[in-house]
Every structure is written in C-alpha cells, then in structure tokens.
C-alpha cells in the first residue's frame, strides 16, 4: 500500500501564473514577471511554496500567484475580492483588534486630547469619524465638545453594537451610526471634519488611507480639517541581536551538535518577510532615525499610494552589528485654530509603546559597521497591483567606510513582501 509520503512525492506539480512581478531577495528566491507560467512542486508554508521557472527551482511568495489551469472562458473566481474585504472586515465584527486598540493608551489618549484641545472650535462643526469601530472617537467628540453631529461610519458588522454604545452613553441626539464603505455611504451635506484612526503596520499596510482619501475628495467640504493632518514613516538602521539569536545562531551548536544546514532555511522562513510587533530598545539604534516618507493628508492623491519612494542617509553613531532596518511612524493633528497647538502620536522607541509597536527588516547576513560610518539608500513602497490590501517593502543601501578597510564598504538590496 502506498504511503500518504510516497504519494506526495509522486505528485505532479501544478501550473501557477504570477499576478504580479516579484523581485526574489535571495539566490533561494524566484524572480518572476506578472503572467509567468510557475510550476509548484510543493508547498512547505502557506505563504512560501517550493515552485519552478524556466527549469530553474526556488521559493515564492504564494500570494502572488494562482491557479492557471482554468480554462481562459471559465470564470475566473479568485479575484472576486481583491481587496479581502470579508476576512479583513470579518475580524473587526469581533472583539479581539478592538480590545488591543482601546488598550493601546497612547493610541487612544492621542485622540482623546485632539477632541479635548479643540473642543471649542468644533462646536456647532459636522464630524465624520471613518473606520469608527466601537465608536470611541465620536463618543469623545459628543461627551467632550459641541459638534451638531457626528457620523460614525463603519464597514463590519460591530456597527451594530456601536449603536448601542453611542445611545448606552447618551449620545444618540449627536452620534449617528453608519454601517458601510466609504465608498458606498451617502450623507445629507459634506462634513467640516474628517477623523480616522486608519494607520497600519509601515504605517500604510492595509491601505485603509484609499478609504479615507475617498472620503476626503467627496465629503470633506472645502477648507475642512483632516484628522490626522500629516503622517511620516521613520527608519533607523538598528542591532537586533536577540532576535539574530533566538532565529538564526541558535542552530550554530544546539545541545553541541552542529545544525548550521538548517542555517538557510532559518532565514528564509524568519528574515523574508518584515517582524511586526517589534519593540527596539533605544540603544540598539546604529544612528539618530530619519523620516523618509511624509504624507500630506489634504494633497495624497489614491493614484499615489502605488509606489511611494523615500531616501536615507544615516550616520552610524556607534560602532555595532547592523542587522536590519527599523521603521514606525508619527502623525500629526493641527488645530482647528490658527496658531493652535498640534497633537502628535509617535509610535517610535523612544515614546510609550503602542499596539502597532515598530516594523523590523532583516538583513540576510549582519554586518558589522563603525562610528563614523555612512548607510545610505532608498527605500520603496509598493503597492500589490492585484491585492489590494498588500504591499512590498524593497530597501537598498550602500555602506560607506570611515575605515580604509574596504571590506565594510557594500551594496545590498531586499525586498519585503508584506500580505494578510
């Protein structure tokens, strides 16, 4: 009888087209173009799969790929919904994202003082509050200033119960609750204020900002406020020693024995893609941070979010083990008053920690660079043609020598490909 092994290794591949180009960061990688043919041999993660091109063999990322024996006149039913909507709107007709947020104080006490320090400006103000959630934002705005009215649009299904919070809390004669997309709601007049809470890992992923921006060109009335007004993406070369410890050097010699074979595939399963939910400490930061992309929230234009490119130029304070790149981000919230102040939330090491905490890109290999040394480059942001909710991060740097040890002075160049 044949074993359930022997059959999978008995398997035929099965033909997949790329939906997209993909620039592999590794000699493990494949590079393809948007409409290649890829046979997939096996599929060892649901996110990388073991996959041939022009008889050359290597990992791909899966989601830029699907079925490709269909035949051309048979509806094609995997792009349906290229933006996810049911998982992604699905998770927030739950509970749980919403409890990591309004745990998240920084976060929420940010949007409290913006309400707070212009609670006299907004009065008799219209307010949409996008992407509301629970609702907290506009119960802020009903409890702690004087709006007419406040409409808190939401796409899932927690609408239902952010009707009960706004009349549980005595705010039903300001607060009107609306469940749908930006894109589909319809409002009796355009609103003095724009609010949302819509800032993703990297600060875009997710792309939630296309909603807003909708929202923006057809509601916001002109001369109206965007909450929040300006985002910026902040980058720092950084040391990720434990990390590169726990992942990587611990198959040097677990229990004296010698796994470094297994050295590569640690890498491709743990450093190809971007570690959210890092937290790094001030002093593991190579240079002082810089922001390498700046977002007007009254001049972004959807077509914009495509590709979003940024430069860097850092120079290495200390001398250290560069692992990798750290990035978060700041936004801003003017005042509805001239000369007022503005509220900031960072999300960066050196502020209370948040929920989105920082984004940590991994080197393939870490070098070890000097005081004095220069790490320049670029990085872009690219938006998933197909998924739309997906995006790849590719980082290219060049390290420039203090020394004359020209050993230390390297080109390197890696993409991120970061998906649901």
């Given at each position: 009888m044949q074993t359930e092994k022997e059959e999978e290794d008995d398997a035929s591949p099965e033909e997949y087209v790329a939906l997209s180009n993909f620039t592999g960061s590794g000699s493990d990688q494949l590079s393809f173009s948007s409409g290649d043919r890829l046979l997939v041999h096996a599929?060892?993660?649901?996110?990388?799969?073991?996959?041939?091109?022009?008889?050359?063999?290597?990992?791909?990322?899966?989601?830029?790929?699907?079925?490709?024996?269909?035949?051309?006149?048979?509806?094609?039913?995997?792009?349906?919904?290229?933006?996810?909507?049911?998982?992604?709107?699905?998770?927030?007709?739950?509970?749980?994202?919403?409890?990591?947020?309004?745990?998240?104080?920084?976060?929420?006490?940010?949007?409290?003082?913006?309400?707070?320090?212009?609670s006299a400006p907004l009065r008799n103000?219209?307010?949409?509050?996008?992407?509301?959630?629970?609702?907290?934002?506009?119960?802020?705005?009903?409890?702690?200033?004087?709006p007419s009215l406040v409409y808190a649009v939401e796409a899932s299904s927690m609408a239902e119960y952010t009707r009960q919070l706004v009349k549980q809390n005595g705010c039903e004669e300001v607060v009107t609750v609306l469940?749908?997309?930006?894109?589909?709601?319809?409002?009796?007049?355009?609103?003095?204020?724009?609010?949302?809470?819509?800032?993703?890992?990297?600060l875009l992923f997710e792309f939630m900002v296309e909603s807003v921006?909708?929202?923006?060109?057809?509601?916001?009335?002109?001369?109206?406020v965007m909450w929040p007004s300006s985002a910026a993406l902040a980058?720092?070369?950084?040391?990720?020693?434990?990390?590169?410890?726990?992942?990587?050097?611990?198959?040097e010699r677990p229990y004296g024995l010698d796994f470094t074979p297994l050295q590569p595939l640690a890498q491709q399963e743990f450093f190809t893609k971007p570690k959210f939910s890092h937290l790094i400490e001030p002093d593991d930061c190579l240079s002082a941070p810089c922001n390498v992309i700046c977002l007007d929230m009254y001049t972004l234009q959807v077509k914009d979010l495509e590709e979003i490119k940024g430069q860097f130029h850092?120079?290495?304070?200390?001398?250290?083990?560069?692992?990798?790149?750290?990035?978060?981000?700041?936004?801003?919230?003017?005042s509805l008053e001239t000369g007022g102040a503005t509220v900031e939330l960072n999300t960066g090491p050196n502020s209370e920690p948040t929920h989105w905490k920082?984004?940590?890109?991994?080197?393939?290999?870490?070098?070890?660079?000097?005081?004095?040394?220069?790490?320049?480059?670029?990085?872009?942001?690219?938006?998933?043609?197909?998924?739309?909710?997906?995006?790849?991060?590719?980082?290219?740097?060049?390290?420039?020598?203090?020394?004359?040890?020209?050993?230390?002075?390297?080109?390197?160049?890696?993409?991120?490909?970061?998906?649901?």
């Open positions: 599929k060892p993660s649901s996110e990388w799969w073991w996959a041939e091109l022009h008889e050359v063999i290597g990992y791909v990322p899966a989601c830029y790929l699907r079925q490709g024996a269909a035949e051309e006149d048979e509806e094609d039913t995997s792009l349906e919904d290229p933006w996810q909507d049911e998982e992604y709107f699905g998770s927030y007709g739950t509970l749980r994202l919403h409890l990591e947020m309004l745990s998240d104080k920084s976060r929420t006490e940010a949007y409290r003082q913006v309400i707070l320090s212009n103000k219209v307010v949409m509050d996008l992407g509301c959630g629970t609702g907290i934002i506009s119960l802020f705005c009903a409890q702690l200033a004087q469940q749908g997309r930006a894109e589909e709601i319809e409002l009796p007049d355009q609103v003095d204020v724009l609010v949302s809470e819509w800032m993703g890992n990297c921006l909708l929202a923006r060109d057809r509601w916001l009335r002109e001369g109206g980058l720092v070369p950084c040391q990720a020693d434990s990390y590169y410890a726990e992942k990587m050097a611990f198959w850092f120079c290495v304070d200390k001398s250290g083990v560069f692992h990798g790149f750290t990035a978060w981000f700041t936004v801003n919230f003017e920082q984004t940590l890109f991994m080197l393939d290999r870490p070098v070890s660079v000097y005081a004095g040394d220069f790490i320049s480059g670029t990085i872009v942001l690219c938006r998933n043609p197909i998924w739309r909710r997906h995006m790849t991060v590719t980082l290219h740097w060049n390290i420039n020598s203090s020394t004359e040890d020209t050993d230390n002075c390297q080109v390197g160049t890696k993409s991120f490909p970061m998906w649901r």
